[in-house]
């Protein structure tokens, strides 16, 4: 599938920088207006792109009145979806994702099929991802019917990911949960980085420069917050960005 116009960007932004920020919005958490001003400080602060989805308490006109009160601050917009009713026409792209460790096919394929014909209508451009939720304790593994997989089996995850690469997805999105105690651990990330070739996400419970300068320097490619940005953007952001910063300056160094 054709490189469309926002991927291409985030992939110039990462061989540019290393390594990027997104931020995560949930429409069911924030209104319009403080969507807006969220979005607006995370374009000065240097976040690359902003996101928009939740697990639960979404719907599509929730989306069109959030998306397009994102879109003033100039930043691209991406759907991060939970089902084929969380879209909008007003988005830049979606992440066209496969939740991989899913028990139930909806997640994996069926909701995809259902959304497929929305996305074209919408003339949304669709970047291939495969999203591996770590843990079943989160609203997201709770309604995607994750089954769990052990952090102490790295290779486990790692392997998730390389399924996502050979079925031709270009993004794998290591996934912690939102407001998740702890991120997922480095060497988790770094044993991805090892196996894979294409570009690594991470989020959930990212919380401090440190997080984001460990998951950085381990081998993500971005890194995305949400809960922190909800609560105090203003405190928290600037600090993930310069940890992201560190971080690529890290790598390789003993």
């Known amino acids: 599938m054709k490189i469309g116009k926002v991927e291409s960007y985030l992939l110039r932004k990462i061989n540019e920088e290393g390594a990027i920020h997104l931020a995560l919005i949930d429409p069911d958490k924030t209104s319009p207006e403080e969507a807006k001003r969220i ?3 995370c374009k000065h602060a240097g976040s690359a792109a902003i996101m928009v989805g939740g697990s639960i308490g979404v719907s599509e006109a929730i989306m069109d009145e959030v998306v397009m009160a994102v879109k003033n601050a100039g930043l ?13 026409r007003h988005a830049d792209a979606i992440w066209f994702m496969s939740l991989l460790n899913s028990t139930n096919t909806y997640y994996l394929i069926d909701a995809q099929m259902m959304g497929a014909a929305i996305v074209r209508k919408y003339q949304l451009e669709a970047i291939p991802m495969g999203y591996i939720v770590v843990s079943g304790d989160s609203t997201v593994g709770f309604v995607g019917q994750v089954r769990p997989i052990p952090l102490s089996r790295p ?8 399924t996502a690469q050979y079925l031709g997805m270009r993004f794998v ?34 919380r401090s420069r440190e997080d984001a300068r460990q998951l950085t320097k381990a081998g993500a490619d971005i890194v995305v917050t949400g809960t922190v940005i909800e609560e105090d953007a203003e405190r928290a952001l600037p600090e993930i960005i310069e940890g992201v910063k560190e971080g690529v300056r890290l790598r390789g160094a003993p």
């Open 155 to 162: 290779e486990i995850i790692s392997l998730y990911a390389l």
């Open 39 to 41: 979005a607006n400080f």
């Open 173 to 206: 999105y290591l996934e912690g949960g939102s407001g998740a105690k702890e991120p997922i651990p480095p060497e988790v990330v770094s044993k991805v980085r090892s196996t894979v070739d294409i570009k690594i996400v991470v989020g959930g419970g990212i």
């Open 76 to 88: 691209p917009t991406i759907i991060f979806p939970s089902g084929a009713t969380t879209l909008t």
